[in-house]
């Protein structure tokens, strides 16, 4: 019966996230269309909100603020694209193993392809943008097309016999490292493109873009299922590159428009390297990238144990455990964009932008820190309704990072913001990888997934939120005007 429950109320969830998702969406995209109409016209951002230009703090004018809500939604969709690809091979591997004869091992490598496309070449991506003309622009039309071409890459797997294991083999780990080495390039560009956005608006239009990531791990969860299912699993990777190259295309003619019309107030680009030595000698930027790391390890671990805690922890059944798995993804996608609108309220009421970085950060760790200690400590004595509601109180009061840490990138050094989102994302990688193998031992020494799988995680919430509160900082840094 507390099964039922669990899954009425689950399903009821998805369908008002879905709902919500798409009125949003549309109400963008309709706000953003002006952009292609008039060229001569210099409506902006902030025509349908009151927002007070960051130049004023100089006592200088930038005119009309850029026209924003077209960018941020095509923003939006590729951090979803992103993720989507992520997803489809973790659903789709089960039926491409069985044609394949793929055991496990060589299933794991495949997977690890992509990171080692998409951690070894955020750093060097980072660098090239400044060099290539059009930026960031640029840079991220290049990182989308070649993750397409990686997800197509994938798709063509079906035309290979199914003996032939060494190609299949070798088809896979290409196709996944090209997805991984495009995500890699594009999303440096992520951070210095919003680096770009007045300062009143940085949080809301951060939080709005990071909901892609979120948004699109869950629709990934809910549709490729179906889709296989329907289609056979190659249409899963035809329809997400075919996905990605209508993007390309539409992003390539806007921002064109769009750098035209509004270069004025885009972040200036320097030619020539992007200065490394002052970048990693500076306290705020190592305060962020742990900051960063501690974040990672309870993104990640959570999305690798949280299946099996459902199932082998609270011993809920496997139909319920998969729509449960959607949950945190759901309420974390629709919150973002809510917390960054408060984020640029408190801004415009007189905060100053440490104090909204640091409360948000802190909420971002603390209040999951709390909900996973609960977890940890006497989560069997609340029962699995209650351990749910935990979890996905943790997940949405992590989405405060949107307004805190992730937007600290552009805080320090908005023409080098890129650059320092790459070196943290690497090190926010990195970190997770140890931890969510020593959880598993953690689980198998305890016997408890309470003790293996929240306290590691409510630990390093809270070393992230000591560094992020007393080594942090919001303030530009000098290498920004040095270089």
């Not at 082998?312 to 449960?324: A, H, N, P, Q, T």
């Not at 709390?370 to 509601?389: F, K, P």
Request: charged share 10%; hydrophobic share 50%.
């Amino acid at each position: 019966a507390q099964d039922r429950v669990l899954y009425d109320t689950s399903c009821k969830s998805m369908t008002l996230f879905l709902n919500q998702l798409a009125s949003r969406m549309m109400l963008s995209a309709r706000s953003g269309a002006n952009l292609h109409s008039s060229k001569a016209s210099k409506v902006g951002f902030a025509d349908d909100v009151e927002s007070v230009p960051l130049a004023e703090k100089t006592n200088q004018s930038l005119g009309s603020p850029p026209r924003w809500n077209l960018l941020i939604f095509l923003l939006f969709l590729a951090y979803a694209l992103c993720d989507l690809d992520k997803v489809n091979l973790s659903v789709a591997v089960l039926p491409m193993a069985d044609r394949f004869a793929l055991s496990e091992a060589q299933v794991g490598i495949a997977s690890s392809s992509f990171f080692w496309g998409y951690m070894l070449t955020q750093l060097p991506a980072a660098t090239i943008m400044q060099k290539l003309p059009g930026g960031a622009f640029t840079a991220l039309t290049i990182g989308v097309l070649v993750q397409s071409v990686g997800t197509a890459g994938t798709a063509l797997l079906d035309c290979i016999p199914d003996a032939n294991k060494e190609a299949t083999m070798a088809v896979l780990c290409v196709s996944r490292f090209c997805v991984g080495l495009g995500e890699g390039i594009g999303l440096p560009t992520f951070g210095a493109i919003l680096a770009g956005m007045p300062l009143e608006r940085r949080s809301s239009g951060t939080s709005w873009v990071m909901a892609g990531s979120t948004a699109g791990v869950a629709i990934g969860l809910l549709i490729c299922p179906f889709l296989i299912n329907m289609f056979d699993w190659p249409c899963v990777f035809w329809l997400f590159a075919i996905a990605g190259f209508a993007w390309t295309g539409w992003w390539h003619i806007t921002a064109k428009i769009f750098m035209a019309t509004s270069s004025e107030h885009l972040p200036e680009a320097r030619p020539g390297l992007v200065p490394w030595k002052s970048i990693l000698t500076n306290r705020a930027v190592w305060a962020l990238t742990a900051s960063h790391a501690m974040s990672n390890i309870g993104f990640y671990s959570l999305i690798a144990w949280v299946p099996s805690w459902y199932t082998k922890g609270l011993g809920l059944s496997m139909e319920v455990s998969g729509v449960l798995a959607f949950l945190p993804y759901i309420f974390g996608a629709v919150v973002s964009p809510i917390i960054g609108t408060l984020a640029d309220r408190l801004l415009k009421q007189g905060w100053t932008v440490r104090r909204v970085r640091l409360f948000f950060q802190s909420m971002a760790f603390l209040v999951p820190a709390l909900c996973n200690g609960l977890n940890a400590t006497c989560g069997s004595l609340l029962g699995s309704s209650s351990q749910v509601v935990l979890l996905i109180l943790a997940t949405v009061f992590h989405s405060c990072n949107r307004a805190g840490l992730f937007c600290v990138h552009a805080d320090l050094s908005p023409r080098y913001a890129g650059a320092l989102l790459a070196l943290t994302t690497t090190a926010g990688a990195i970190a997770p990888s140890g931890i969510v193998a020593a959880i598993g031992r953690l689980v198998d020494e305890t016997g408890s997934f309470e003790i293996g799988l929240f306290a590691p995680i409510a630990a390093a919430q809270l070393f992230g939120a000591l560094v992020f509160g007393f080594a942090g900082s919001s303030e530009q840094q000098y290498f920004d005007q040095a270089h």
